[in-house]
T-cell receptor, first 113, second 115 residues
Framework: DQQVKQNSPSLSVQEGRISILNCDYTNSMFDYFLWYKKYPAEGPTFLISISSIKDKNEDGRFTVFLNKSAKHLSLHIVPSQPGDSAVYFCAATAQLSGYALNFGKGTSLLVTP | DTAVSQTPKYLVTQMGNDKSIKCEQNLGHDTMYWYKQDSKKFLKIMFSYNNKELIINETVPNRFSPKSPDKAHLNLHINSLELGDSAVYFC??????????????FGEGSWLTVV
């Protein structure tokens, strides 16, 4: 029962362009959303997050947008760089669940020079 | 300094054996977790401990037993290992009540292969 879905397993973008990674969720109790980046043979590293009371959060080249009515969030990376090539996991959590993260399956981003 | 460290990083063992994976965090967090990433790449919560007390226990066989001797450590012991236990196990920690939300930090993972 996947409560967080990333329907695009992979994405290829040219360096300098915008990368948009999408995520959908089904549980309306989720109140906090995070994006993690994962390189091979490493653990996921926190990238950016957003609370359910906001609809946008920006940190440098990374911006996360939240559309609660559509239960959809997206991560924008502008401009994309080759070092951004990694697997990106969307995660959602709820205070009631003890803040355990529910992960999507991940989207593998490849940024080509 | 590694914030969340887990050992061993790689473990190959035979079916039926008992093994442990250790985890330590030096972030001063009060909550620790074990996640499992299976062959399909799903990352799923297994256990969560807050101040050494178990708060989340997903549907995990009771062959898996977490132990938290203190807030900085959460070890995972697995009895009678089965082929299906082969996966990457990630330890993680977080600080509850943070005004910036609950950001969870992960270790590098322990690759368990049961043969």
């Amino acid at each position: 029962d996947q409560q967080v879905k990333q329907n695009s397993p992979s994405l290829s973008v040219q360096e300098g362009r915008i990368s948009i990674l999408n995520c959908d969720y089904t549980n309306s109790m989720f109140d906090y959303f995070l994006w993690y980046k994962k390189y091979p043979a490493e653990g996921p590293t926190f990238l950016i997050s957003i609370s359910s009371i906001k609809d946008k959060n920006e940190d440098g080249r990374f911006t996360v947008f939240l559309n609660k009515s559509a239960k959809h969030l997206s991560l924008h990376i502008v401009p994309s760089q080759p070092g951004d090539s990694a697997v990106y996991f969307c995660a959602a959590t709820a205070q009631l669940s003890g803040y355990a993260l529910n992960f999507g399956k991940g989207t593998s981003l490849l940024v080509t020079p | 300094d590694t914030a969340v460290s887990q050992t061993p990083k790689y473990l190959v063992t035979q079916m039926g054996n008992d093994k442990s994976i250790k985890c330590e965090q030096n972030l001063g967090h009060d909550t620790m977790y074990w996640y499992k990433q299976d062959s399909k790449k799903f990352l799923k919560i297994m256990f969560s401990y807050n101040n050494k007390e178990l708060i989340i226990n997903e549907t995990v066989p009771n062959r898996f037993s977490p132990k938290s001797p203190d807030k900085a450590h959460l070890n995972l012991h697995i009895n009678s290992l089965e082929l299906g236990d082969s996966a990457v196990y990630f330890c993680a920690s977080s600080r509850t009540g943070s005004t910036s939300g609950n950001t969870i930090y992960f270790g590098e993972g322990s690759w368990l292969t049961v043969v």
